[in-house]
């Protein structure tokens, strides 16, 4: 058995302590952890070691609630980031479940805000979403599930050539188009997607006399 013979907070982090046993320092905690730690109590070696897996779960769960903190994140990149910090791979999936269980990491609804997000700010065809959402590591049910029921591919591919063809607003018909739809293709959409959503932009872009340049190339 070793004796606690002080607990110290940390000067650079006051929400965690050090414990000291025997007068020499032991280890550091979470201060959540050490809540019921008292100088003068005596601990044996497996109580200390369960002390400190429970740090290191604590540990991990902060981390990735600090990474959650600045924008919804997959689980898969949850994962990655606590495995980059060097998190233990078992305490990672537990951190990951545990997550999961609180909702506070829900894919369904990652994925849900990605394209709403992507929909309103930049507008891209469903392969072109499919793929970012693969790269965050979402599972093909997920994906598939929302970009079935909330995107319509026709209306963003009108959304993005809208903002998009401000720019070509002054050329003739066959270099907007050149453009425009080459715009819409690196963006993901088909040709069968983007072709009629040029000529209805052209058309509502156009002067009368552009119009009629357009109709007589079409």
């Excluded at 032991?26 to 200390?48: D, M, Y």
């Excluded at 790269?135 to 591919?157: H, N, Q």
């Excluded at 040029?198 to 007589?216: I, L």
């Amino acid at each position: 058995m070793r004796k606690i013979t002080a607990i110290e907070p940390q000067k650079k982090n006051p929400r965690r302590v050090n414990v000291y046993l025997d007068g020499d320092f032991a280890f550091g905690l979470a201060r959540f952890t050490a809540a019921w730690l008292t100088a003068g109590q005596e601990l044996g070696e497996e109580k200390i070691a369960a002390l400190q897996a429970e740090d290191a779960r604590e540990v991990t769960y902060q981390k990735a609630l600090h990474f959650l903190s600045y924008r919804p994140r997959s689980s898969q990149e949850v994962r990655q980031n606590l495995l980059k910090k060097g998190c233990d791979e078992a305490l990672v999936e537990e951190t990951v479940g545990r997550l999961q269980k609180a909702d506070l990491l829900n894919d369904a609804s990652f994925a849900q805000a990605w394209v709403e997000n992507r929909s309103a700010f930049r507008p891209r065809s469903k392969s072109a979403l499919r793929m970012e959402l693969r790269r965050k590591g979402l599972e093909e049910d997920v994906i598939g599930s929302v970009l079935d029921r909330d995107v319509d591919e026709e209306a963003l591919a009108y959304a993005a050539a809208r903002k998009q063809a401000r720019r070509y607003a002054g050329l003739e018909w066959p270099d907007f188009r050149q453009k425009l739809g080459g715009f819409l293709a690196r963006r993901g959409f088909s040709y069968t997607i983007l072709a009629p959503v040029v000529s209805e932009v052209w058309k509502e872009f156009q002067t009368a006399d552009a119009g009629s340049t357009f109709d007589k190339e079409e």
